[in-house]
């Protein structure tokens, strides 16, 4: 499984390293802008350098390349549901990650 997060946090990146194991090839970029390839699973930040996970989410919807990707919005807190759906995200996790939660996205 290819999972690629987008974040300029190193903790983010830490809290979902630490859940994944060796099955899964992990990417990890600090700027949506860099994104080239597809994943299965996509995990964008609420807040990335400048520019807002929920702008970066649409930017992805909007290219035909990631329709097959799962979009998920890493969300501060439980309030900004609401705008992982209004961007169209698959799903949304609430920080700092949840290893439950996690695993649940993938069965």
Not at 19 to 29: G, P, S, V
Not at 43 to 57: A, E, H, L, T, Y
Request: one cysteine or more.
């Amino acid at each position: 499984m290819k999972i690629c997060l987008i974040t300029d946090n190193s903790w983010v990146k830490d809290s979902l390293l630490k859940f994944l194991d060796f099955e899964y090839n992990f990417t990890h970029l600090d700027n949506g802008d860099d994104i080239k390839l597809s994943y299965d699973y996509i995990f964008v930040d609420m807040q990335v350098n400048n520019n807002g996970g929920p702008s970066i989410v649409k930017e992805l919807n909007r290219d035909i390349k990631f329709q097959h990707s799962k979009i998920i919005l890493l969300i501060d807190r439980e309030a900004d549901t609401f705008q992982a759906k209004r961007v169209g995200a698959d799903g949304y996790l609430l920080k700092p990650i949840d290893k439950t939660n996690l695993k649940n996205l993938f069965t």
